[in-house]
């Protein structure tokens, strides 16, 4: 799946309309956060390297068209928003660099500016990926190495109770593969079309094996109207 796919199960399970209010925290170069924009949604896109939000104001503007999205340098541990004002609030390839009591403040924060009712998504890397060790041993053994960061935290699905911590309920988990992520480092043919097969047959087989062939994990939670 590529980033308009997350963007289709998202939109599907929360029930988005047109004019919905999106946010997304640590948005970095904001392909998910255009594909959500570019589909009438009203978006808002944090993060705090302003190097990142120079290249998503470029790609706005490339797209030529009239789209809604604001770009704002902030920290999304502190988020300069009022409460309860987003339809939903999401990131992907955020939550695993951080360990599980600053997660907690990460989600805290995103519930605070959802609106009741409302909903949290995060993506993360699936470690339980069968590809995982062969892709940690590859990229040892390739120039592309020192160009990215690798995240170091293994999250699995206990992360759930780390929702509902903070007052969110999960209406979903999957196992998807929103980034090719296993076949974009290193950049390897073989590697790359055992991924694009994966990615056709990934949403017509059971979640069993989607744990296994996913490459990343979406948590959908909604925010209780209490």
């Not at 640590?26 to 956060?33: A, K, M, P, V, Y």
């Not at 705090?48 to 902030?74: P, Y």
């Not at 120039?143 to 780390?162: C, F, G, M, R």
């Not at 990615?199 to 490459?215: D, E, M, S, V």
Request: glycine share 6%; hydrophobic share 40%.
């Amino acid at each position: 799946m590529k980033h308009r796919d997350l963007v289709r199960i998202i939109t599907k399970v929360c029930s988005l309309q047109p004019g919905s209010r999106i946010l997304e925290t640590g948005c970095g170069s904001g392909r998910d956060i255009l594909y959500f924009a570019a589909s009438g949604y009203a978006c808002t896109a944090v993060d705090i390297n302003v190097a990142w939000l120079a290249q998503l104001e470029r790609a706005k503007r490339v797209m030529d068209r009239n789209i809604t999205l604001e770009t704002l340098g902030a920290d999304f541990f502190s988020l300069p928003f009022a409460d309860e004002i987003f339809d939903l609030v999401f990131n992907s390839g955020v939550i695993e660099h951080y360990e599980q009591l600053t997660r907690g403040a990460v989600l805290a924060e995103m519930m605070r500016v959802a609106r009741k009712g409302g909903y949290v998504c995060c993506a993360f890397p699936n470690k339980e990926h069968v590809l995982e060790s062969v892709w940690e041993t590859m990229i040892g053994c390739t120039s592309d190495h020192d160009k990215y960061d690798i995240p170091e935290q293994n999250i699995t699905p206990s992360i759930l109770t780390e929702f509902h911590s903070v007052g969110l309920g999960p209406v979903l988990i999957d196992w998807i593969d929103c980034y090719d992520t296993i076949s974009r480092y290193p950049s390897w043919l073989p590697l790359r079309t055992i991924s694009f097969a994966a990615n056709a047959l990934l949403p017509r087989i059971p979640k069993r094996f989607r744990r296994k062939l996913g490459t990343r994990v979406l948590v959908v939670a909604q925010r209780t109207k209490q």
